[in-house]
């Protein structure tokens, strides 16, 4: 799945990579690092997938002995969420910031959210959770954890109430002591969903720059952007999204690709290829694009030439690479080396 980022995610990661000093472009590769610094200085032209980031907070992960989640976390600001952080600041009280987080989520990424977000409100807790689809984000998944948690403790006036829990929904890399530490809270784990736990007390805690007329300026300006969202290009990629999920299931069962989507879609194979026009796409386009994606996932993580070929389903590891140097222009090995 390709999840574009907003602006303020790599401006957070680039403020910590330089703060701290750590060089990032002979760890991730130059190809990768250049493409970030073109993000940066031209991000109407150049964008940043969620893959792509994983793999920048994994490299600076290498520099901290604690999860890379919550130095970035300490080091953002409002400004980073754009526009969702701007609603949360001036919102009357945690509970309105907490309704405009959930009203427009969507907003933190550009075409779609990763995970859909759930808040449960019981009579004495509130619970903030999104499913945890995708192994490979759990970097992302655990940032975007530590932010909502730093989001709620900087725009309220006094101390915040600690969370009752927090949820993983992997096993973590690091000892739980330090997410009980940084969290202050008991830490469950709970495969496939992360969760923020607080009671209901904090709902009233009062925002320290309420505004409720900008609040409502920039509610409109929200809702806009939303209404901008159900384009044409944003239904093709949702379209496209839906299409990827179901290739990583059909991989994984060694199932023929286009026959199991339609399958899956219950439609022919036709109508898939018809659906597939409308919406400007091609089948063997996308399969390629997310071979590539997964491919140099793999390669990053160490994986061999053998295993990524049964990965994505090439009949061996010359077929891979021949796929690999047509797209990138690299064999694999020279990938990993540069």
Same mark, same amino acid.
């Given at each position: 799945?390709?999840v574009?980022?907003?602006?303020?995610?790599?401006?957070?990661?680039?403020?910590?990579?330089q703060?701290?000093?750590?060089?990032?472009?002979e760890?991730?590769?130059?190809?990768?690092?250049?493409?970030?610094?073109?993000?940066?200085?031209?991000?109407t032209?150049?964008?940043?997938?969620a893959?792509q980031?994983?793999?920048l907070?994994?490299?600076?992960?290498d520099?901290f002995?604690?999860p890379?989640?919550?130095?970035?976390a300490e080091?953002?600001?409002l400004?980073?969420?754009g526009?969702?952080?701007?609603?949360?600041?001036?919102?009357?009280d945690?509970?309105q910031?907490?309704e405009?987080?959930?009203?427009y989520?969507?907003?933190l990424?550009k075409?779609t959210?990763?995970?859909?977000l759930?808040?449960?409100?019981?009579?004495?807790e509130?619970?903030?959770?999104?499913?945890?689809t995708?192994?490979?984000?759990?970097?992302?998944?655990e940032l975007n954890l530590?932010?909502?948690f730093?989001?709620?403790?900087?725009?309220?006036?006094?101390?915040l109430?600690?969370?009752q829990?927090?949820?993983?929904?992997?096993?973590p890399h690091?000892?739980?002591?330090?997410y009980?530490?940084?969290?202050?809270?008991?830490?469950?784990?709970?495969?496939?969903q992360?969760a923020?736990?607080?009671?209901?007390?904090?709902?009233?805690?009062?925002?320290?720059?309420?505004?409720?007329?900008?609040?409502?300026?920039?509610?409109?300006q +929200?809702? %806009? $952007?939303?209404?901008?969202t159900a384009?044409f290009? !944003?239904?093709? *990629?949702?379209?496209? #999204?839906?299409?990827?999920?179901?290739?990583?299931?059909?991989?994984?069962?060694?199932?023929?690709?286009?026959?199991?989507?339609a399958?899956?879609l219950h439609?022919?194979?036709?109508?898939?290829?018809?659906?597939?026009?409308?919406?400007?796409?091609?089948f063997?386009?996308?399969?390629d694009?997310?071979?590539?994606?997964?491919?140099?996932?793999?390669l990053?993580?160490?994986?061999?030439?053998v295993e990524i070929a049964?990965?994505?389903d090439? +009949?061996? %590891? $010359?077929?891979f690479?021949?796929?690999?140097?047509? !797209?990138?222009? *690299?064999?694999p090995r #020279?990938?990993?080396?540069?």
């Amino acid at each position: 799945m390709s999840v574009k980022l907003i602006i303020g995610y790599l401006h957070l990661l680039n403020r910590v990579v330089q703060h701290e000093h750590i060089s990032l472009s002979e760890r991730v590769g130059v190809e990768l690092w250049q493409h970030f610094q073109n993000c940066l200085s031209k991000p109407t032209e150049h964008e940043l997938n969620a893959e792509q980031y994983v793999l920048l907070l994994r490299a600076t992960q290498d520099y901290f002995t604690r999860p890379v989640a919550f130095v970035l976390a300490e080091y953002a600001t409002l400004q980073d969420f754009g526009l969702m952080g701007y609603l949360a600041s001036t919102s009357l009280d945690l509970q309105q910031a907490l309704e405009l987080l959930q009203q427009y989520y969507p907003l933190l990424f550009k075409q779609t959210n990763l995970e859909q977000l759930v808040f449960n409100q019981f009579s004495d807790e509130i619970q903030i959770a999104w499913g945890a689809t995708y192994p490979e984000y759990q970097e992302l998944y655990e940032l975007n954890l530590a932010l909502l948690f730093k989001i709620a403790q900087s725009i309220v006036q006094d101390t915040l109430v600690p969370p009752q829990y927090v949820q993983l929904g992997y096993m973590p890399h690091y000892a739980l002591y330090q997410y009980e530490r940084f969290y202050g809270c008991q830490i469950v784990i709970k495969a496939g969903q992360y969760a923020i736990c607080f009671p209901t007390k904090i709902l009233t805690a009062k925002s320290i720059a309420a505004d409720q007329q900008l609040n409502q300026v920039l509610s409109s300006q +929200a809702q %806009q $952007s939303l209404k901008e969202t159900a384009s044409f290009e !944003w239904q093709q *990629q949702q379209f496209k #999204q839906k299409i990827v999920r179901l290739l990583e299931l059909g991989l994984n069962h060694s199932e023929r690709l286009q026959g199991f989507v339609a399958q899956q879609l219950h439609c022919s194979e036709r109508t898939l290829q018809r659906d597939l026009k409308q919406y400007d796409l091609n089948f063997q386009e996308i399969l390629d694009e997310y071979r590539m994606q997964k491919s140099m996932l793999y390669l990053q993580q160490g994986k061999s030439l053998v295993e990524i070929a049964e990965r994505l389903d090439y +009949a061996d %590891q $010359s077929a891979f690479g021949r796929a690999f140097k047509r !797209w990138t222009g *690299q064999t694999p090995r #020279q990938y990993k080396e540069s």
